[in-house]
């Protein structure tokens, strides 16, 4: 493989002009965006407490569970790339706005199932509803923050996620027990009610979300144009290892596959935990409210600890070891599961678990914007995204059937720890050659192409 161009030097402090720019365009777009990231991720992962009282309502055993699971990765893998493109053309506001209904929707018409294949149907149709909103956003980041800012950024609009398990796990408890109100059933509530949001925020984006700096009438003009200027020179300026490729080479080049791989780990472990951990704690015999309430201590830690090493990498400028050690936690962690049969040891293991889990977002994301182009980061971050999705599809099914299969929720674990310790080695792979090999040899294929 060919290096790539990634600066691991600190950076001098900001100017005024820049401080204050980008003090403002924090304040006005992180917020909304975290805040439609967190329904996203509730409507995604509300099935794992949904399963507490539904998978008995209607017949689903852990495995169909668990293909159901796998579904909605199969769908986001086939629309992904597709609603990036879309995004590129048509625009950010109106585009995330179209997903957002739409995942809306589909969240409330989960609350009617009533067997597996209806089940099915409703993850499938859930996963291309929110198909291209990750990478969406990402790709919208980098049209407002210059490559400085782009690891705790994303770091802090990651936090979404934790965040949705944390504040949710015991909203979704609360909800499974208006069973009955109204003649529905508690998990048919909680599908409901945790999906309305979508569709506000969906409609709230027009009046709240511009599509690049020039259209921010809080900017002043002096703002504006700095900003403007700074990531236009990052533009012209930047080595990168992915050039402006069309999408066929895109998807065959090595280094997105690579990081693609260092992804999967930590993609299916957060998506396979939000979705089974409520399961895991549950089988120690406690309660639903019990429950949620432990179910929402390990995503809160890992919530502080996503933020504070994305501030981490941006201050030392290092994306490779600040990618590598926290996947190498989570891998172990995963293993030592295995080893224990004691709920408060398996908290403190799942803690730590997510914590690692979490805490790579933000340097692996400001790694890979720095790898690709600007013209390829459209297509480059929604095929990262999509193929890492292969890993979280496959062992979301994966933990179902081993977990029939053999009665052990550790075991069915297994699968997400080999993945993620591939992905801590790739990283130090990629790491290593990017420090013996100066000049990226896919430029010139770029260039070529």
């Not at 609603?83 to 109106?94: F, P």
């Not at 969240?107 to 099915?120: D, L, Q, S």
């Not at 059937?401 to 075991?411: A, E, R, V, W, Y």
């Amino acid at each position: 493989m060919a290096s790539l161009s990634v600066s691991s030097a600190p950076l001098e402090p900001p100017s005024a002009v820049e401080a204050e720019t980008m003090h403002k365009v924090m304040w006005r777009l992180l917020p909304f965006l975290m805040l439609c990231y967190f329904i996203a991720y509730v409507d995604r992962v509300n099935a794992g407490f949904a399963a507490l009282t539904m998978n008995k309502d209607v017949g689903l055993t852990q495995a169909m569970f668990g293909i159901g699971g796998g579904l909605f990765f199969v769908a986001y893998v086939l629309f992904e790339v597709p609603s990036n493109l879309a995004m590129e053309k048509v625009g950010a506001r109106l585009w995330i706005a179209r997903i957002m209904i739409t995942w809306g929707l589909v969240g409330i018409g989960t609350a009617f199932i009533v067997g597996p294949n209806t089940f099915y149907l409703s993850r499938f149709l859930l996963g291309a509803a929110e198909a291209g909103f990750f990478p969406g956003v990402i790709l919208y980041l980098t049209y407002w923050f210059p490559s400085r800012y782009r690891a705790r950024v994303v770091a802090t609009f990651m936090v979404a996620i934790p965040v949705s398990s944390f504040v949710g796990s015991p909203l979704s408890a609360a909800l499974l027990e208006l069973d009955g109100a109204w003649g529905l059933h508690g998990w048919q509530w909680l599908f409901i009610v945790e999906a309305v949001p979508a569709v506000l925020l969906g409609v709230t984006i027009f009046f709240v979300l511009p599509s690049r700096p020039a259209e921010a009438k809080w900017l002043t003009r002096e703002e504006s144009e700095w900003l403007q200027g700074r990531l236009e020179y990052e533009s012209r300026t930047r080595s990168t290892a992915v050039g402006h490729l069309p999408l066929w080479k895109v998807l065959s080049n090595p280094y997105i596959w690579a990081l693609a791989l260092i992804y999967a780990g930590s993609s299916a472990t957060s998506n396979a935990l939000s979705l089974w951990q409520p399961q895991i704690l549950k089988s120690f015999g406690l309660t639903n409210l019990q429950t949620g309430f432990l179910n929402m201590i390990p995503f809160g830690i890992a919530s502080v600890f996503m933020i504070l090493w994305g501030m981490r990498a941006d201050k030392n400028g290092e994306r490779y070891l600040n990618t590598a050690l926290p996947l190498a936690l989570t891998a172990l962690c995963l293993f030592a599961t295995n080893l224990t049969s004691s709920l408060t040891v398996t908290m403190l293991l799942l803690t730590l678990v997510l914590i690692g889990n979490y805490a790579i977002k933000g340097p692996f994301w400001a790694l890979s914007t720095e790898i690709l182009s600007p013209a390829t980061a459209a297509s480059g971050i929604a095929a990262i995204n999509t193929i890492s999705h292969l890993g979280t599809g496959g062992a979301t099914s994966l933990l179902g059937l081993i977990k029939d299969q053999t009665g052990s929720f550790p075991l069915s674990l297994l699968p997400l720890a080999l993945l993620t310790a591939a992905g801590a080695i790739t990283v130090l792979l990629l790491g290593r050659n990017q420090r013996r090999a100066p000049e990226p040899a896919v430029r010139a294929e770029a260039r070529a192409g």
